[in-house]
C-alpha cells in the first residue's frame, strides 16, 4: 500500500498525484507522508470528491488551481519554497 511504501523512499520528487480511493477517506494520511519526499516548489494534483478546502493538507501546499467536474473537485498545489 502507499501507506507502506512512502515512508521507505529516499528520493524526492517534483511531481505527485493524490488521488485515493474516495471511500478511504486518505488524503490526510497520504499527504503527510508524501509531503517529506516533494521537493520545494514541486506540485501537487489533488483529486476528491468533497471541497478540497475540508482536506486538511500540509500548510506548505499553496492552491494555484482548483477546478469542479460534476461531483469530482481536483486542484493544483505548489509546495513552498522551505525557508
Given at each position: 500500500?502507499?501507506?507502506?511504501?512512502?515512508?521507505?523512499?529516499?528520493?524526492?520528487?517534483?511531481?505527485?498525484?493524490?488521488?485515493p480511493p474516495?471511500?478511504?477517506?486518505?488524503?490526510?494520511?497520504?499527504?503527510?507522508?508524501?509531503?517529506?519526499?516533494?521537493?520545494?516548489?514541486?506540485?501537487?494534483?489533488?483529486?476528491?470528491?468533497?471541497?478540497?478546502?475540508r482536506l486538511?493538507?500540509?500548510?506548505?501546499?499553496?492552491?494555484?488551481?482548483?477546478?469542479?467536474?460534476?461531483?469530482?473537485?481536483?486542484?493544483?498545489?505548489?509546495?513552498?519554497?522551505?525557508?
Amino acid at each position: 500500500t502507499a501507506q507502506q511504501v512512502l515512508p521507505a523512499l529516499k528520493e524526492q520528487f517534483d511531481l505527485v498525484f493524490l488521488d485515493p480511493p474516495y471511500s478511504l477517506n486518505l488524503w490526510e494520511q497520504l499527504a503527510a507522508l508524501a509531503d517529506p519526499l516533494i521537493k520545494a516548489n514541486g506540485l501537487i494534483y489533488v483529486e476528491a470528491d468533497c471541497d478540497l478546502a475540508r482536506l486538511k493538507l500540509p500548510s506548505s501546499w499553496n492552491k494555484i488551481k482548483e477546478t469542479k467536474a460534476g461531483a469530482v473537485r481536483a486542484g493544483l498545489f505548489k509546495k513552498a519554497d522551505a525557508l
